[in-house]
């Protein structure tokens, strides 16, 4: 069926707000307004779709617009920051679920489409299946439904069996359709299997790069089902977003200087873990590290998730900005994978007030580490690691780290003696320079903040 003009040329306009929007949310700066504008593309492409002539099920559509509306609305008003790696996880799954489902009503029709158009429907479920059942892995890893990484007895040769009888079912689909429905409904059981069984294994330590991985697949699954559909709206986004996602899957891998191979079938585990370390982890009270830090000329604060988890980040502004009235410069240094998924740091500390100019990547800021008084490490581990980049036997040797341990004087606050999520134990902690606040970094901040004051 032909569409009429302004639909079409609705979606069209919906797409592009999709791309400026995508092209805002590239720069903390203008992350919200990016958002807010591929929003009102969501909402243009959506009201075209109701203006189609002949539109059925309309009371259905509107009735899942209303549930999945409110559902959204409810969840992201009480969501805590420190739950934002898992609710991303979950909406991105849900739409590679909802590209899976589309191409399931399309085989279970029946209707007669090009070997192309097929093709791409098949591809579309496939990875749309995987996202789905991948991506709800993640969000029960990230909610702590699953406390540890589940390995099966020759898990790869099971992933490769796996992944070869879903393509090899998908190609019997392309070859004989319109399709049985027993043949979809294996592939479809297959393809969603897939996605748990890949995901099961990998531990929170990889989560960031997994995420946005299951992102650049519901992208693309979008974009093929876009194309089964004729959807140019659904196409570009689709595209877009699945592009936006294979680009920072590899800048994420890179960070961890892992290959994605790596991470998928060889997850980070700590066994056999480095080599031994010597020395012992040296405490030291609240006074103590408000004075190295009042009376310093440069701080750099490392944020790591046992900062989100405390939802500490406005009191470490708090306490950035006493240093700052007492003349001392002030920097945060912010690892790629930092935290549970890609920007979570940044997220946090927008959140909390801190300027943008503030915030420095590795690239950034590793250089100016040896020039700095003191590094303060707030619940981050493995990204400060120097056994990255000296013990060869270690899980994460060869991972870019931030440089926290050349600064003249480390103060980490961390809960606890134990060691991060990768399970790997941290060379830092027992150098000469580096000194241990225990305690959640927010009553820590606050001690900080009190005695900072008390020496005004």
Same mark, same amino acid.
């Given at each position: ?42 909402? $243009? %492409?959506? &009201?075209?779709?109701? =203006? @189609?002539? *002949?539109?059925?099920?309309? #009371? !259905?559509? /509107? ?112 070859? $004989? %359709?319109? &399709?049985?429905?027993? =043949? @979809?409904? *294996?592939?479809?059981?297959? #393809? !969603?299997? /897939? ?262």
């Amino acid at each position: 069926m032909s569409l009429p003009t302004y639909v079409q040329g609705a979606w069209f306009g919906g797409a592009l707000l999709f791309i400026f929007g995508l092209k805002g949310m590239s720069s903390p700066a203008s992350a919200r307004k990016g958002i807010v504008v591929a929003g009102y593309g969501m909402l $243009l %492409a959506i &009201a075209a779709t109701f =203006l @189609i002539p *002949g539109l059925k099920n309309l #009371a !259905l559509m /509107l009735a899942a617009l209303a549930v999945g509306g409110a559902a959204a609305w409810i969840s992201g008003k009480k969501v805590k920051m420190t739950d934002m790696p898992q609710m991303v996880a979950i909406y991105n799954g849900m739409g590679g679920g909802a590209a899976a489902a589309i191409a399931a009503i399309e085989f279970a029709r029946g209707d007669a489409h090009s070997t192309v158009t097929t093709l791409l429907a098949v591809v579309g479920a496939l990875i749309g299946a995987v996202s789905f059942t991948g991506s709800c892995v993640a969000w029960a890893k990230l909610q702590g439904v699953l406390k540890k990484a589940h390995r099966l007895p020759a898990q790869n040769a099971v992933n490769v069996v796996l992944a070869a009888i879903s393509i090899g079912l998908g190609a019997a689909m392309v070859a $004989l %359709a319109p &399709a049985q429905p027993e =043949l @979809i409904l *294996g592939f479809f059981v297959i #393809a !969603l299997v /897939l996605g748990l069984i890949v995901t099961l294994p990998i531990g929170g330590a990889d989560m960031p790069v997994v995420i946005s991985l299951f992102n650049a697949f519901t992208g693309l699954a979008v974009g093929f089902e876009g194309y089964v559909l004729g959807n140019p709206a659904l196409i570009i986004a689709g595209i877009v977003v699945g592009a936006a996602g294979t680009l920072l899957t590899q800048l994420m891998a890179k960070a961890m200087n892992r290959p994605l191979s790596n991470i998928l079938f060889t997850p980070m585990v700590a066994a056999g873990g480095g080599e031994a370390i010597s020395g012992t982890m040296k405490e030291v009270g609240a006074i103590d590290a408000a004075a190295m830090m009042r009376y310093a000329s440069k701080v750099v604060i490392v944020p790591g998730y046992g900062m989100a988890v405390a939802h500490a980040q406005h009191k470490v502004w708090e306490m950035t900005e006493i240093l700052e009235e007492a003349g001392v410069e002030v920097k945060f240094a912010i690892h790629p994978v930092a935290g549970r998924m890609p920007g979570h740091m940044n997220v946090l500390l927008a959140e909390a007030g801190v300027p943008y100019d503030k915030i420095f990547d590795l690239e950034e800021i590793n250089g100016e580490f040896g020039q700095a008084d003191v590094a303060l490490v707030i619940g981050a581990n493995d990204v400060v690691n120097p056994s990255a980049r000296t013990d060869k036997s270690s899980p994460i040797y060869g991972m870019p780290i931030l440089n926290a341990d050349l600064a003249q004087n480390v103060i980490v606050i961390k809960r606890g003696k134990g060691t991060g999520y990768s399970g790997v134990e941290n060379a830092l902690f027992y150098t000469d320079n580096c000194r241990m606040l225990y305690g959640d970094a927010q009553p820590m901040a606050g001690e900080i903040i009190q005695h900072l004051k008390s020496m005004a």
